[in-house]
């Protein structure tokens, strides 16, 4: 299987995923927009998420937000067939103006690369992640995330 | 009307405003428990909740914490008969321990009295709340909150 074939594959497994094992990710309506380049974009319709002034309700906000960077360390561990239980260890988010449109998350991987090798090397690390909802072309809400991955013990 | 019978009524028509406005709310069962003596607390079944660890999952702990925090400014604003749009503009949490039972949110509102006298005279304040979720007796998700009122103008 080709590289972008294996990513599709993983992609539409952790779809699965979400809505079979996360409950409110079917609630949000959160679907995997693309993975690209270690860029991950995930999305929701902006209804299920609205707050009472009709805008994105902050609690979606994040939750879009957290599963998008969550999302991102599963598949980077997917790619190199490295397993590990991901857990969000500390959350912080920033909400600089209304989200008024359909909710896009965009998640890069950039500089966490040295991660990877530490859990292969060490078999656990941490991830600090960065997690962008735009509005009008501005940022809404940015979020960062710390993400602990523990590799299971040898039995 | 009596402070108890008032305090009440507050609650049900707050109930009613997630309800009808906050799809999410209902995705997560959150029901409003108690206001009493200024803590507010507010839970959820922990089944719409859940990750694929079977406990609680990260983005529904930030959002019924950040709903809990919001909801005791909307009270508190009530019981003085102040209007006010009430915006989370920065939330922090800690995951310190998996939530593996019913999920129970407590905000105090603590020294934040204050800040209602800032709104009443100036028009506009910030709160900062902290909202805890436990599990075996211990925290397990501590969020904070800056929550910015604005007063709307007079016209």
Known sequence: MNSESRIAVLCDELTTTWYEQIPLSKAMAVELVSFENDVLTVAAELEPNINLHGTGFAGSLYAI????GWSMVHLQLKLRELEGSIVLADGRISYSRPA????VAVCDFGEQVGALDTLAETGKARFTLTSTIASGGKPAATFEGDYAVLRPRDN
């Not at 008024?100 to 909710?103: A, D, S, V, W």
């Open 65 to 68: 937000n957290a599963l998008c």
């Open 100 to 103: 008024r449109e359909r909710i």
